[in-house]
């Protein structure tokens, strides 16, 4: 062999190069095919950023996965306190209307109440448990779907419980809503974390307990007496995170599903290079 002519070591080292140019980590998905250009695509200048640091895409995709999750965990956890006194007047008219000669006992009216209020925690308990089984089976973003349509069912059953007279449309309300939330605790951190640069993962993980935090404060404001937590408006008051579900769907429409899911479940690295370029373009067109 001459010495003008390359190994075989210094091909294979060439040719793993190249081949860790296109993909360098299979395991970390931020790093799948981040300069790949096309004519329609933007130049590096604009794009430099695109899987590396904070974009506009990447904050629609975090706010998109904790509005329909994370804020209707905060606001559900403590919308129910404050009109407490006006939601056990509703369950003893119930009652009498159901049985004019009956008279229910106070402590079977708070009996209800307390239902009413911790089949929240079994809803969310039994939502929590498939969570990874939905998410894997429908994805990150067709489980947030699914979560908003349990969401939506939830605060509409809510909110007719006070004009049909049931409190236990009341009860099966809550217990949807806690199912949407104990589900919605697992796949939205899990899609937060997939969409995110590494040295971001901690910061943007942190905005599911933010968001819970800021609406529950929201949710007490909002039960308030002079709010919606008056005798004829505290029915409003628990259904209205429905305008989260509304705004999770709207909001996906613009987001891109987690490359990372592409590309190890459904085994496409054709779909998981394209979430990463609807992502890059995302940035060229808005950011």
Same mark, same amino acid.
């Given at each position: ?106 402590? %079977?009216?708070?009996?209800? #109440?307390? /239902? ?9 308990? $039994?939502? *929590? &448990? ?72 901690? %910061?943007?993980?942190?905005? #599911?307990? /933010? ?9 007490? $404001?909002? *039960? &308030? ?63």
């Amino acid at each position: 062999m001459t010495s003008d002519s390359p190994s075989s070591a210094n091909l294979l080292a060439n040719n793993n190069s190249t081949l860790s140019d296109g993909i360098r980590d299979p395991n970390d998905v931020s790093t799948v095919l981040p300069d790949v250009q096309s004519d329609n695509t933007p130049s590096p200048e604009h794009v430099s950023t695109s899987g590396k640091g904070m974009t506009g895409t990447l904050l629609l995709a975090v706010f998109a996965a904790i509005s329909g999750t994370s804020f209707h965990f905060g606001y559900a956890s403590g919308v129910i306190n404050a009109p407490q006194d006006f939601i056990e007047s509703f369950i003893n008219e119930t009652n009498h209307r159901r049985n004019p000669d009956t008279k229910v006992s106070a402590s %079977t009216v708070t009996l209800i #109440f307390s /239902l009413a209020v911790s089949v929240f925690a079994l809803g969310g308990m $039994v939502g *929590g &448990l498939f969570g990874g089984f939905i998410t894997d089976r429908l994805g990150r973003k067709g489980g947030m779907y699914l979560n908003t349509v349990v969401s939506f069912v939830a605060c509409v059953l809510m909110f007719i419980s006070k004009p049909i007279h049931s409190y236990e449309v009341l009860i099966i309300g809550r217990f949807f809503l806690g199912l949407a939330c104990g589900y919605g605790s697992s796949v939205a951190p899990t899609y937060i974390n997939e969409v995110s640069p590494v040295r971001l993962r901690g %910061t943007l993980g942190a905005s #599911f307990q /933010l968001g819970i935090v800021i609406l529950l404060f929201v949710s007490q $404001v909002m *039960g &308030l007496e002079q709010v919606l937590g008056s005798q004829d408006k505290w029915h409003y008051a628990l259904s209205l995170p429905i305008v989260f579900s509304v705004l999770q769907v709207v909001l996906l429409l613009f987001v891109p599903e987690s490359p990372k899911y592409l590309l190890l479940k459904k085994n496409s690295p054709e779909d998981a290079e394209k979430g990463i370029l609807d992502r890059i373009v995302f940035v060229r067109l808005f950011c």
